[in-house]
């Protein structure tokens, strides 16, 4: 069937749109191409050659680099699975168990959704100073498994999976764990995988915890190291390198996208992979 | 056989001793550039900031090898001082560290610095580099530069618009109405606006520039207390009033943060740049290559006296020594020697653009003997900044330079706008006050 007028001007739209979005993207991808000297005197500079790996290189050679990508996987990847772990636990307590109180809990959990960062992040940095966790992965990873947001999303997503699937669980002698692990789990993968995307960008991009807890070098994440190695001036006499270290900083995500695209687009959509 | 064991247990305590140097932490913004620079012990062969820092560290590392190690924390500018802030409230303290003397006054208040007079010759500081580092009777912080505004000039564009003298300098304004005329003059001559300004997400621009003017004309932003800014007296209206008409007139550029006015001086779109003495070894770089809009055309002066004195805004880089008190003697001995290290070469420092914070330094052939720099002595003695006991510095200059830029670039009514001004600076500092007081 031959699209209709409709559809090929909606497709034109989103085509467009989508062209718009990818700009600014290209634009930062041109930039770490060209060599900050020429960069400094013109911008548009881009569109004419010549390009170079100059920036990249820059970045690579230095050795600690590959130290801050590798902090970074693990603060992120352990920060995810663990954030996944507890939201599911509380989101399902919330949802199917009743005990003493369960209103008020759930209330102040929700009270953290309105907590700025920067209201609590003082207190919360003296008390890991007190417990001597500064500069290392629990010191950089403890703080952000309280997920409010996280525990809301899973509460709501149990909530809407139907009881008579426990209940027939039950019937066969299902201990509550199993239902749990077994039944229950298992059904809330699109937003398993929604929360997993939100928690691991989150602690890739997250960038005042670690500027404030990890102050050696060795401990430092991709986004802090990175931004360690800017001069004073970088907007204007480092603009290609900056934007090189953007490009550096994305690739891994983008590279977990790529694997991980069909499972993502599903959850966001709210369908099956 | 005891004695064996004795003189056995000593050699070994020696070595140990020996192989482990006393460790200092040194936290820093300036980048880090140990993949260029990591091995480098000469700092006559960079120029850049990061490079210079660097290489001093690498210099001293070296001196001092077994003795005494620097570990340096690099963090990016923008984000150093909440970094230190938190670092101080949860007692994880870096041993030295950089600040700029506008800020030091938060930290002198709070007696979070170290005196430093007895471990350091002080006598040799420039005037504006003492009154940044002086509190109550004490030395607090070893300065390292004076860096300033500083007039960046294309004297191709002058020379055009028939505003060099015979010796091929910049004819520069000796007054406001001058200034005036010189801009017209020129602007008709070439077309182009005679100052490049920084208009867009800087309002430190403005508040340098209002700093200044208000100073040339013997008055000061504080007139009475540390308290209390005056936004309402004859000399701030008069230097808004000139800021406000060149921009009218078209006598500057308009919409261009700090790299758009780079961009725009180096490509030949005006006259005269006011920014900071970092840029001088980069457009000292760029006007020696042939080629360019600036290519043997370029040079730099302090700001020119428009009024009764001279004055230019200034502030300084400084090195501190937090209070800490688990910090041990060997470890405090170990961060004056490197102050001291880092003071004897402060010329090496000025290779930046920076100037020295040392007078000797500043009247030396090697300081003179580098390009601009014979013009810029006159800034160690001129340079102002806000009172040292001044709250808030970055806070206040912030909110001053957003009131300027509403009159000159929004076009904001001057006496309103000066009258609120003053009032949320005012607001600031008084809470800032209650807040020590308690």
Not at chain 1, 27 to 50: C, G, H, Q, Y
Not at chain 2, 92 to 107: C, N, R
Not at chain 2, 239 to 253: D, H, I, N, P, Q
Not at chain 2, 277 to 295: C, E, F, H, M, Y
Request: proline share 5%.
């Amino acid at each position: 069937m031959k699209p209709s007028l409709f559809d090929r001007v909606l497709m034109a739209g989103a085509i467009a749109l989508a062209l718009l979005w990818m700009l600014p993207l290209l634009w930062v991808l041109a930039l770490s191409l060209k060599s900050n000297a020429v960069l400094m005197e013109r911008t548009d500079a881009i569109f004419s050659t010549p390009f170079t790996l100059r920036n990249y290189a820059d970045i690579l050679a230095n050795s600690a680099v590959f130290r801050w990508v590798l902090n970074s996987c693990v603060v992120a990847g352990v920060q995810t699975l663990l954030v996944l772990l507890l939201s599911s636990l509380a989101g399902y307590g919330f949802a199917r168990c009743d005990f003493r109180g369960k209103r008020v809990v759930f209330a102040l959990v929700l009270a953290g959704l309105a907590v700025p960062e920067p209201a609590v992040v003082i207190p919360l940095h003296r008390f890991f100073a007190e417990l001597g966790l500064h500069n290392s992965y629990a010191g950089l990873i403890l703080p952000r498994l309280a997920a409010p947001f996280g525990v809301f999303l899973m509460t709501q997503f149990f909530k809407a999976v139907p009881r008579e699937l426990e209940e027939a669980a039950l019937m066969d002698n299902a201990s509550r764990w199993t239902i749990f692990w077994r039944v229950v789990l298992p059904l809330t993968l699109p937003a398993q995988a929604t929360l997993g995307i939100f928690s691991f960008l989150a602690a890739w991009n997250d960038y005042l915890w670690p500027l404030i807890s990890a102050t050696r070098p060795e401990m430092y994440t991709l986004t802090l190291g990175l931004a360690s190695t800017q001069t004073n001036f970088a907007q204007s006499e480092g603009l290609g390198f900056l934007m090189a270290q953007a490009v550096f900083a994305a690739l891994p995500v983008l590279v977990l996208y790529a694997f991980f695209q069909r499972h993502i687009v599903a959850a966001v959509a709210g369908g099956k992979p | 056989m005891k004695r064996h064991l004795l003189a056995f247990a000593t050699a070994l305590v020696a070595c140990a001793a020996q192989a482990a140097p006393v460790e200092i932490t040194l936290a820093r913004f300036f980048g880090s550039c140990d993949a260029e620079f990591g091995q480098q012990t000469d700092p006559s062969q960079v120029s850049s900031e990061c490079g210079i820092v660097t290489v001093l560290t690498n210099k001293f590392n070296a001196q001092q090898s077994g003795r005494i190690h620097v570990n340096t924390q690099v963090v990016e500018h923008s984000a150093y001082y909440p970094q230190l802030g938190a670092r101080i409230v949860g007692g994880d303290l870096p041993t030295v560290a950089i600040m700029h003397s506008s800020v030091l006054g938060d930290f002198a208040k709070r007696d979070l610095l170290q005196p430093l007079e007895d471990g350091l010759e002080t006598s040799d500081f420039t005037p504006h580099a003492r009154r940044g580092v002086s509190f109550g009777g004490h030395v607090l912080a070893l300065p390292y530069d004076s860096h300033a505004m500083l007039w960046h000039i294309n004297l191709g564009l002058m020379k055009q618009a028939g505003l060099v003298d015979a010796a091929g300098h910049a004819r520069l304004p000796t007054s406001s109405q001058e200034l005036l005329n010189q801009a017209r003059a020129f602007k008709r001559a070439t077309g182009k606006p005679y100052f490049v300004w920084l208009t867009l997400n800087d309002p430190s621009f403005f508040a340098r520039c209002i700093l200044g003017l208000v100073n040339q004309q013997g008055a000061t932003l504080f007139p009475k207390t540390d308290r209390a800014i005056a936004l309402d007296t004859p000399e701030v209206k008069t230097a808004v009033t000139l800021m406000r008409t060149l921009y009218a007139e078209g006598l500057s550029t308009r919409h261009m943060d700090y790299s758009a006015a780079l961009q725009a001086f180096m490509a030949g779109g005006g006259g005269v740049m006011l920014n900071g003495t970092w840029l001088l070894g980069q457009l000292n770089d760029r006007a020696a290559q042939v080629g360019n809009p600036l290519s043997h055309v370029y040079e730099a002066v302090p700001e020119p006296r428009l009024y009764a004195k001279a004055a230019t805004w200034a502030d300084s880089h400084v090195w501190v020594m937090l209070r800490n008190p688990r910090q041990t003697a060997a470890e405090r001995a170990a961060a004056l020697s490197f102050l001291r290290f880092l003071n004897d070469e402060s010329l090496a420092w000025a290779r930046t653009g920076q100037l020295p914070a040392r007078q000797s330094a500043v009247d030396s052939p090697a300081f003179k003997g580098l390009p601009m720099r014979a013009a810029l002595g006159p800034v160690a003695q001129i340079g102002t900044g806000l009172p040292t006991t001044v709250a808030r510095q970055a806070r206040v200059m912030g909110l001053l330079g957003d009131t300027i830029s509403s009159i000159v670039v929004s076009g904001e009514p001057m006496e309103a706008t000066l009258a609120k001004g003053q009032q949320r600076i005012n607001r600031l500092l008084e809470r800032e006050s209650r807040f020590l007081e308690h």
